[in-house]
């Protein structure tokens, strides 16, 4: 509760004392009344004053030396002070210099009403100045509160900033009208975009309508229901690369009721990748054992049935009858397919890794041989260059390597014909790979065909000349040996170019086996 101000009255008349508590009772206030200086003083000790209305004339102490006592020890301001005064000009004089507005004259005799207006006016003073006071303390308060939440504030700001900028997954906040109002690291890096072309923003500009769509959708789901949306989305990222990612959205009110959308992506591309991946060489796998047994199982009738038919066509007459040729065919039907089953029990095989050191200029000598036995290669130039540095070594199943090598060149000398140019370059690669390149000068690949290349069945020879087995077997061996293997041809008729990157080793150097030789 707001206390009286206080109000001393000084003066050696009792009734002037009691003339004075007349006049001011209206006024809301603590009279402190004395009768002489020295009583006054006693009385006001740790009192703080509003007003003090003093007669000049006392004995002992008078009004002056009061008031100059009063107020020796105040170090601020002084206490106001109404003199009670008979007509002493020079009196008045004297206390010019104690403060503009704080000292003031009455002169006898005492007017009531000029009396309680002065005082009215000092008590004004007082209570304007006490609400100042109060309300510069409070002010002082609430900004010294105000900066220790401002620093606190900031402090958890940076600290959230921190968190969010060091979470793998990109997140994001947005306002109820869409716009981002918080991006963390992993998103711009993943949209390549920075924070401030998305904040504010819809950012929808960033992606394609059907996206959008998307995400708008589920935006507007959540904020609608305030349930939250996990969602497998696409995703075209800064790279241009559709990404599949999974996006759990949920709602935030914050103290304001405003409603906020907070989103965690996880991107799931390279996962879903893997697995497709996985599940196909699983399904291959399986599809090549089912192919083994099979061809295991059609091997041994197919050789009964080549075995009596060469049987029957040695015991009839030599003759050309119409039934030895109907024998002909049935054997030529089976010859072809045992080559078949043959293909396919090589394409079903696992290929183990094994680690023969393997030459390739010699590999490919011998396989360029092994096609020339079966096909001929006079009239095809070939040209064979090795820029290998004597430093590596390639390491590999020697059987299985041989068979791609002799596949690829049978495939070129059937894509030329008798006529035309083979060039292989064996060289170093990049990321320590060797690269293999054989082009030729055939019939080339149409984009079509290209599609499915490295699909097995698949032949575009004539009927009878390949089994479609070659390319699908060799890319598979060469995977197995950790490498790659592509085509590329300009179309057709414009020859055609396999490259195979194959990683290689750095030899260890033969210090040690130097080190003994010079011991011996
Ligand atoms: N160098 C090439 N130029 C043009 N087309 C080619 C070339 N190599 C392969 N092809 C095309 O790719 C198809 C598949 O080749 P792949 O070696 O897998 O099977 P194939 O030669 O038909 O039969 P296989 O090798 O099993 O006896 C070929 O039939 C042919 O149409
Ligand atoms: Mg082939």
Redo the contacts with the bound molecule.
Sequence with gaps: MKSLPNILIVDDNAENLTYFEIVLKPHKLRLIKAESGFEALEKIENTDLALAIIDVRMPGMSGYELAMKMNEEKSGEKVPIIFITANYVDEVQLFKGYGSGAVDFIFKPINNDILYYKVQVFLDLFNQKQTIVRESDLLKKYSQRLAGLNASLKTSREYLDKIINSVASPIFVKDDRYRFCLVNDALCKLLAVPAEDLLGKTGFEHFPDDQNDVFLAKDREVFFTGRENINEELLTDGAGKIRTIITSKTLYTDADGNKFLVGIINDITERNEMEKKFLASEKLAVMGRLVADVAHEINNPLAIIMGRTQLMLRRIDNKPTLFKAQLTTILESARRCKVILS?LLSYSRTIGKDEDVVNLHDMILEAVDNVNYQYEMNFIEIALRCNLPGNIEITGNKVALLSVFV?LI???R??MGEKGNLSILIEKGNNNQVKIEIR?T????SVD?MQK?FKPF????KEGE???????TSRGIIETHGGMMTAESEGEGTG?K?IILLPYKLKKKETGQLARKMED
């Design positions: 293909g596949n049978r495939n070129a059937q894509a030729d055939g019939i080339g690949i065909e290349l698949i032949s575009g020879w390949g089994t479609g087995l070659g390319l699908a055609a396999f």
